[in-house]
């Protein structure tokens, strides 16, 4: 049902509880511009495990046959854990820009390539936050968008060391090829 009050952003509210995901969290406009990517049927499609009857909404499940998750908070890596074992073929997109510092520490963290690769670089962490560290751990791709018209996979990267990875790909490329198609 619709929900359009003066104080929060218009959005769609479900009638009863019972059918929504435990995995629920506010959608930024960040959220909702990277699900208008793809096309109305392939947002927000429901899976149900089969022997458990465990039912989670995906954000956009592609035509590729993959489970997109656009993370603009931050999430427990319990939570990480159990939506990668959940949805099996999927990859994460996570805001870059959510918090204030995270772009420049990128930035100043990224460096030279080191093969003949020109998008392919090397990391040295700089700075206070932790984003690389807390996706460092997932077992599915995860990209960074850092509101560019670029998209930053990580590669590997080393939370001791501070040290990685990253791999850089045009955001319309990305989203095509996902099945989506890339506006401004």
């Not at 100043?108 to 090397?122: A, F, G, I, K």
């Not at 590669?155 to 506006?183: L, R, S």
Request: contains cysteine; positive net charge.
């Amino acid at each position: 049902m619709p929900k359009c009050g003066k104080f929060k952003i218009h959005h769609w509210a479900h009638k009863s509880k019972d059918i929504c995901d435990p995995w629920w969290e506010n959608e930024s406009e960040w959220h909702r511009k990277w699900k208008n990517y793809f096309p109305l049927e392939c947002q927000e499609v429901v899976f149900k495990a089969a022997q458990t009857q465990e039912k989670h909404i995906a954000d956009v499940y592609s035509p590729k046959g993959c489970v997109i998750e656009f993370q603009s908070y931050s999430i427990d890596p319990n939570e990480v854990a159990a939506r990668e074992n959940f949805y099996d073929q999927m990859i994460w997109v996570v805001d870059g820009v959510k918090n204030e510092f995270d772009k420049v520490y990128f930035n100043m963290s990224v460096y030279q390539p080191h093969t003949n690769d020109l998008t392919l670089r090397n990391i040295k962490w700089v700075g206070r936050s932790k984003l690389l560290a807390k996706w460092a751990n997932a077992t599915k791709h995860v990209y960074f968008d850092f509101g560019t018209d670029v998209v930053w996979h990580l590669i590997n990267y080393d939370g001791a060391t501070k040290n990685g990875q990253v791999k850089a790909y045009p955001k319309q490329n990305f989203v095509e090829y996902f099945g989506g198609k890339y506006h401004t």
